[in-house]
């Protein structure tokens, strides 16, 4: 590409776009993709310039161009022209140039392709589409046609599924979180509800394990859910799973991985204690409550509790009471360590992922079939899950998996040593 193809035409641009700025950058990120490509096919011929034919020809060279096509972006549509590469051995096999860049068949930016599931979610209905991606992209918006987003539809339903049947056999989770997500819009049962578990890999990362509809977190729903991904070849249950009081997980749960620690959320055990008490005392409860898994150390925290339960046993035992019957289970995250505390003490990754769901299900006026529903929170989890970061104190985890004893978040030196001793035998 010589340098005068580099030169934007101002005047054009003016006469032929209402937005200059838009055009600008529209014209400019035109001209930057085709230097791209040009540099991936120059790169390509060079790396294979020891491939000879029996002429002593090389065996890949420039072959003109594909036909031009017109990429959907966030700025617009872009016209793209990408540069053939021709083999002159194909009978062998040989590698193919495909651009990074532009690959084949693309028509939407990658961009482009999470913001059309996340105006579904967000609220937009399928109707109403067109004329908020033209405001936001302009005229090329018209190619998005209400068929296209259910065709897109479609298409996300059939990822789902195959997502539901992926082998499970290299995972191995060491924490979970699970929990019923109960959305305003009417599936097709309304006593349904979306069973969720997340959970966090070797390496730290968090991930989208499971979504499935369930009849009111039944153990025989999680029960279910849990034994498909033991079928699916996930072989170990976490350390720990961090959950609220519903019963049908616990159990469900106890009967498939027995070694799995439990863990109570605090969020959820807060909430449930506040609501019976009055509300001019719930402010100063709340301050009460957090006291106890604040605290630094197990003793503290049993001492924050004792301190709870004289104070408002007299008044309120109903309050007491829901918060003395799991008080073993909130404890469990004293025995790993204190870096991974914040994560092990809520299912905060679920409610905060899941915020944006009940906003799309509250804006919508009908009911939801049960594969939409599903389909839906999956695209949004899975757009969501590009963005979770990393626990803190990831390398700490091989420590949990090899059974090391934490104490108030700290590694025991003794249980330590014989940990690394058997490993070394």
């Known amino acids: 590409m010589t340098v005068k193809d580099n030169v934007i035409n101002f005047n054009k641009l003016e006469s032929s776009t209402q937005d200059f700025l838009t055009g600008l950058a529209r014209q400019g990120a035109q001209q930057m993709i085709a230097v791209a490509i040009e540099a991936e096919v120059q790169a390509f011929i060079a ?55 532009i690959p084949p068949y693309l028509r939407r930016s990658k961009r482009m392709e999470e913001f059309l599931p996340l105006l579904y979610l967000k609220g937009i209905s399928t109707g109403d589409f067109q004329e908020v991606i033209t405001a936001l992209i302009g005229e090329t918006a018209s190619k998005v046609s209400p068929s296209v987003i259910s065709h897109l539809k479609a298409g996300w339903e059939k990822e789902y599924e195959a997502w539901q049947k992926r082998d499970l056999s290299s995972k191995r989770y060491v924490y979970w979180w699970a929990d019923g997500i109960y959305l305003q819009a009417r599936m097709e049962e309304e006593k349904n509800c979306v069973l969720v578990i997340m959970g966090v890999t070797d390496t730290g990362n968090k991930e989208l394990i499971a979504i499935e509809s369930g009849f009111r977190e039944s153990k025989q729903s999680w029960a279910t859910l849990i034994n498909d991904l033991k079928r699916r070849k996930l072989r170990m249950g976490p350390e720990v799973a961090v959950g609220d009081g519903a019963l049908g997980f616990w159990g469900a749960l106890s009967e498939t991985f027995p070694k799995t620690r439990h863990q109570r959320c605090w969020f959820h055990k807060t909430g449930n204690v506040l609501n019976k008490l009055p509300k001019s005392l719930q402010a100063k409860a709340k301050s009460d409550i957090a006291q106890i898994w604040m605290a630094a150390t197990r003793k503290d925290a049993y001492q924050a509790f004792d301190a709870f339960i004289k104070s408002y046993e007299a008044k309120y035992p109903k309050a007491c009471e829901c918060l003395l019957k799991d008080k073993e289970e909130l404890m469990t995250f004293y025995d790993f360590p204190a870096e991974h505390w914040k994560h092990l003490r809520t299912t905060n990754p679920i409610e905060s992922t899941f915020a944006t769901v009940r906003h799309r299900t509250k804006r919508s006026k009908g009911c939801f079939s049960r594969t939409t529903i599903l389909t839906m929170v999956f695209k949004l ?23 090391v004893v934490f104490k108030d978040g700290i590694a025991q030196l003794k249980s330590l040593e014989r940990t690394d001793k058997k490993c070394a035998a």
Not at 381 to 403: M, T
């Open 381 to 403: 989890c899975q757009s969501a899950q590009q963005s979770w970061n990393r626990i803190h104190g990831f390398e700490h985890l091989d420590n949990v998996i090899k059974g």
């Open 47 to 101: 790396a294979h310039q020891s491939a000879l034919t029996n002429n002593g020809l090389q065996q890949y060279v420039r072959n003109g161009h594909l036909p031009q096509r017109q990429i959907q972006t966030g700025i617009g549509e872009i016209s793209v022209t990408v540069p053939r590469v021709r083999d002159r051995l194909p009978e062998l096999g040989g590698e193919k140039f495909h651009s990074s860049i």
